[in-house]
């Protein structure tokens, strides 16, 4: 008999990990501490080092989860892949575990996943994001249906699918096919967020969606991920060309890029 207060059944909590032993098994507490369980948990590990690995089979013996590895690391397309392909539950939350669930999530992701058991035609819903998606309306209970058309001046619309915490259904892949692989991790993500909009999907995004989930870095286990000085700069005449430039190219390969 599951005695937790919160028992999401039929979702997966879908956790990467990469060298941040700590930061998964904060993430895993998180929950505990919030009386949240899932009916199923898995870990898909992208190579990490022995130290690293020997922890995460360590904390299995205290927090059931299956764990799925590498010999060698692959890199996020293929650790969400294999992560994924893991799943045996109708809907996944996926969960990056460098992040922690708030006081509230419970209450919030029981409406998504409410949004996404009487709306079928529903792919995703977004908890988190560095800003807001630039096209909203308005649907209900702190939620928003993200809007879009292909010729939108905002081309932030690019990031209809994003790679923070969010709910999906499970059959993801046969929509929008599998994560690009070999390629950096912000490559991957991008050829999935082209993918999301060329094959229609449809999502919500949580309103406060900074105060769902909270971003933990911290020396000890920094982030893995890795991006040029050029999209990182704030000098305002670099600002502007990039602007230019993202508008172009992301209007070009949402109408022309080929995937498979």
């Not at 249906?145 to 932030?156: D, G, L």
Request: net charge positive; proline share 5%; glycine share 4%.
């Amino acid at each position: 008999m599951n005695t937790q207060l919160n028992h999401f059944a039929g979702v997966t909590l879908l956790v990467t990990h990469y060298n941040r032993s700590g930061s998964l098994e904060h993430l895993l507490r998180s929950y505990q501490k919030l009386n949240c369980s899932f009916e199923d948990i898995v870990v898909s590990d992208d190579g990490s080092r022995p130290e690293h690995l020997n922890r995460v089979k360590q904390l299995q013996t205290v927090i059931p989860f299956r764990l799925v590895t590498t010999p060698k690391n692959k890199g996020l397309g293929n650790n969400l892949n294999k992560g994924q392909d893991a799943v045996r539950t109708p809907y996944t939350l996926y969960v990056q575990e460098d992040f922690e669930p708030a006081a509230n999530f419970a209450v919030h992701f029981q409406t998504a996943l409410e949004f996404m058991q009487t709306n079928p035609e529903l792919d995703i819903v977004r908890f988190y994001a560095y800003f807001p998606y630039p096209y909203l309306k308005p649907v209900g209970k702190g939620f928003s249906e993200m809007q879009i058309s292909p010729w939108s001046a905002n081309y932030k619309k690019i990031y209809f699918y994003s790679d923070h915490p969010h709910l999906r259904r499970s059959t993801f892949f046969q929509k929008f096919g599998r994560y690009a692989e070999g390629l950096k991790g912000d490559r991957t993500e991008y050829q999935m967020c082209i993918s999301f909009i060329q094959n229609k999907g449809k999502g919500l995004f949580y309103n406060d969606y900074q105060n769902l989930f909270f971003q933990r870095n911290n020396e000890a286990e920094p982030s893995t991920m890795t991006r040029s000085k050029w999209t990182q700069s704030n000098h305002p005449a670099i600002s502007l060309v990039r602007d230019i430039y993202r508008q172009i190219r992301y209007n070009y390969d949402i109408h022309f890029m080929r995937l498979r």
